[in-house]
């Protein structure tokens, strides 16, 4: 391999990247348009459930338990109703998620101190958001439960009943229980898999569509030194993408980032790398501009969205799922972004990971240049 051949070509690529100026900018842009669309547009986050209460006795005890989920941050009681058939109108209408039937006798059995049943009506059409609200629901009614228990005990002259059993539950790396935490570091993998292999994609293709590949293939540049050339001005882009991605996700998403920089860079690099040669694959393979942008977007995003652990948990899939999980790159990338950012977990414990993405890259890089020939086909 000869420098200056290499440096020719890197600067050859220089020059037609300044010279698409709109399409630079766009690079530039679209990770963070990504970052807020991501941030912003995916939440998990399940607050302020929308309740119609259809109170049939109207006591102060019944409106007490009302001010329990109204206190809750995870409810929000709309409106009440007069009959139950509004009740079940406005549950197929979508307007509220969870709906509330108090009994008549409400009051008279809770001054009885026998058991007393409420009915929770629920909008399961999202079994996700239906699961999280009866969660949410039994933990209301729990510690309402307790409170009434021990002021029956007090009315009657009972010593209050201590529970032999408690739990203090401390949340670690994710104390707010925000989806956004989980999210954006996420979003970091995503957006570099997509602009790295997005931009790789169109270098060879390129070529062949403005006819300017018979001159390189007459030229005595190897292969290696061509995919070098072509991708370095690439990998530059790509880094500054992924210190944009994470500048937005500290400063304006105010996601922590525990641990060290070296390590996320180091590793970054290994996942450019890894696109980078699989979109320079793929533009060798097309030939066109508009194939080779779209094979990868689809070869990297589909995988990356669905089948790295950003959306769903990969120990929750099927087993069959999870044992494809392990050839996607962007997999072993994500739990490296995450903890990171989230836990600070050193090197010694992404040792697999950064092995993972480091086969994946030697394998590609390979696989690249031994695919561009330099003869006219």
């Not at 051949?5 to 050859?12: G, H, N, Q, T, Y």
């Not at 259809?54 to 989920?69: I, T, V």
């Not at 970091?188 to 060879?204: D, Q, W, Y």
Request: contains cysteine; hydrophobic residues 50%.
């Amino acid at each position: 391999m000869r420098w200056y051949r290499l440096a020719a070509i890197v600067r050859k690529e220089m020059i037609q990247i300044r010279r698409d100026l709109p399409s630079l900018l766009i690079t530039l842009g679209m990770p963070i348009l990504l970052l807020l669309a991501f941030g912003y547009g995916v939440s998990f986050d399940i607050k302020r459930i929308p309740v119609y209460v259809y109170d049939r006795e109207g006591s102060q005890q019944s409106q007490d338990l009302l001010k329990h989920f109204q206190a809750s941050e995870y409810f929000s009681v709309v409106q009440s109703v007069a009959s139950y058939s509004a009740l079940v109108q406005a549950i197929d209408a979508g307007q509220c998620r969870l709906a509330i039937v108090i009994p008549q006798d409400y009051s008279q059995k809770l001054s009885a101190g026998g058991p007393v049943s409420i009915q929770a009506l629920l909008d399961a059409a999202d079994n996700n958001t239906a699961n999280v609200s009866i969660s949410y629901g039994e933990a209301v009614m729990q510690a309402y439960n307790r409170q009434i228990q021990l002021d029956w005990l007090e009315r009657h002259g009972l010593s209050s009943l201590q529970p032999s059993l408690s739990v203090d539950a401390r949340t670690w790396f994710n104390e707010d229980l925000e989806s956004m935490a989980n999210i954006v570091p996420g979003v970091v993998a995503i957006v570099m898999a997509v602009i790295g292999s997005f931009l790789a994609s169109l270098t060879i293709a390129r070529e062949w569509e403005r006819g300017t590949m018979e001159q390189l293939i007459s030229t005595p540049v190897t292969p290696l030194e061509l995919m070098l050339g072509k991708l370095v001005p690439y990998f530059l882009i790509g880094m500054i993408d992924t210190a944009l991605c994470v500048i937005m996700a500290v400063w304006w998403f105010q996601v922590p980032f525990r641990g060290q920089w070296i390590v996320f860079f180091f590793s970054s690099t290994l996942f450019l790398m890894v696109v980078l040669s699989l979109g320079y694959f793929i533009s060798v393979v097309a030939k066109s501009q508009l194939a080779a942008s779209q094979a990868a977007l689809i070869v990297t995003f589909l995988p990356a969205f669905l089948l790295s652990g950003f959306i769903y948990p990969i120990d929750q899939m099927p087993v069959v799922i999870q044992l494809i999980t392990h050839i996607i790159p962007a997999r072993y990338f994500m739990t490296i972004t995450r903890d990171v950012f989230l836990k600070g977990t050193s090197i010694p414990l992404f040792l697999d990971e950064l092995l993972a993405l480091a086969v994946f890259a030697l394998l590609l890089t390979v696989l690249a240049t031994r695919s561009f020939h330099k003869k006219l086909s």
